[in-house]
């Protein structure tokens, strides 16, 4: 018997996800599909919700060796969107090196649109292989928020960067409105961690993380993110420096330390303490307008925290985007 339903014409781990303002400025979904082993679920919006939330999920809780993911988005001019996850996204071990899982994510943000991506960090299990590719097209007066972080692995089963090869590449490029044949390349972030032993290594890929349990970047680009971007610099620029020695004697530092501190110098001073305790290393940069911060930390809950409070104490992010859009980085 001959179905009389069209043939589907979206291939198996296939997404997209279109997101328009609707006539009262609310953002809502103009479409969202999806194909196993990818799924997208959108909750009901709410009065208070600042953008259309997305949840990023895979069938079975993770991907499986060899699974194939290619999500599209794109953000209509002046709607918000975020996307988050609902924990680590988990990759599962590769029958060989050759079976590669992957994930590819194409995004198009219009005039005066915003798109949030602060998923839960990528879990590489041991002898997985994985290949994740973003890129981001956004136009004048868009905005991106976009975090990107990856873990050792099981530490309860003893893994600990014990993967085959994970590589993470982030594009983010500029699309004039008029000319879309145009685009400017602002940053090509990559990352390849190679587990697999060779001759030429020194170290292994363990050993070449110094204790890390998570690495990590954030990219912010266009001005909702603008305050962002310029709290993570100066904070950047008021760390201690290498080889910087405290003059001061045990006397004057105690009465400073002592003196009154405004709540945002109390929430500075034990941020520092914190990073030193829990060995956050991190950097910040401008690079062509976009801000580029790189982190790690030698706990998963550490540079969670970290960065959560990083972005919760500025504000933006929840301000435009609303709470929701930060419930991974709590």
């Given amino acids: 018997m001959t179905s009389p339903f069209p043939k589907s014409s979206s291939l198996p781990g ?3 996800v279109v997101v328009k303002l609707m006539p009262n400025h609310v953002s ?10 990818l799924k997208l679920i959108s909750p009901s919006p ?6 259309v939330l997305v949840f990023l999920l ?3 809780g993770g991907l499986v060796g060899g699974d194939q993911v290619n999500l599209f988005i794109e ?3 002046k709607a918000r969107l975020s996307v988050v996850t609902q924990g680590h996204t988990k990759v599962f071990q590769s029958i060989t090196p050759d079976v590669v899982t992957r994930q590819k994510m194409q995004v198009e ?3 005066g649109a915003a798109l949030c991506l602060l998923p839960d960090p990528v879990q590489p299990f041991e002898a997985s292989v994985y290949e994740q590719t973003q890129i981001f097209k956004v136009t004048s007066g868009a905005s991106l928020c976009l975090l990107d972080w990856v873990t050792q692995g099981r530490t309860a089963r003893g893994e600990n960067w014990s993967l085959t090869r994970w590589v993470g590449r982030n594009e983010v490029w500029a699309v004039p409105e008029s000319e879309p044949s145009k685009s400017r390349l602002l940053v090509r972030d990559t990352v390849i961690l190679d587990g697999a032993p060779g001759p030429t290594r020194s170290q292994t890929l363990r050993q070449s993380m110094h204790g890390n349990a998570i690495v990590g970047t954030l990219i912010l680009r266009g001005p909702m993110t603008r305050r962002t971007g310029d709290f993570f610099l100066s904070e950047f620029a008021a760390l201690p420096r290498l080889g910087a020695r405290d003059f001061r004697t045990a006397e004057t530092r105690e009465k400073e330390e002592a003196a009154p501190q405004t709540p945002f110098e109390r929430w500075r001073a034990t941020r520092l303490r914190q990073e030193k305790e829990t060995n956050i290393l991190w950097s910040a940069a401008n690079v062509r307008g976009c801000i580029v911060v790189k982190f790690g930390a030698t706990t998963v809950e550490a540079g969670r925290n970290w960065i959560g409070s990083m972005l919760l104490q500025e504000g933006s992010i929840e301000r435009h985007f609303g709470e929701q859009s930060l419930m991974c980085v709590r």
Avoid: D, N
């Fill in 58 to 60: 895979s069938y079975g």
């Fill in 75 to 77: 953000v209509k001019p």
């Fill in 109 to 111: 943000v219009r005039p």
């Fill in 46 to 51: 709410t009065a208070e919700q600042g953008s």
């Fill in 14 to 16: 296939e997404g997209r």
């Fill in 28 to 37: 809502a979904l103009e479409s969202i599909t999806y194909q196993y082993p």
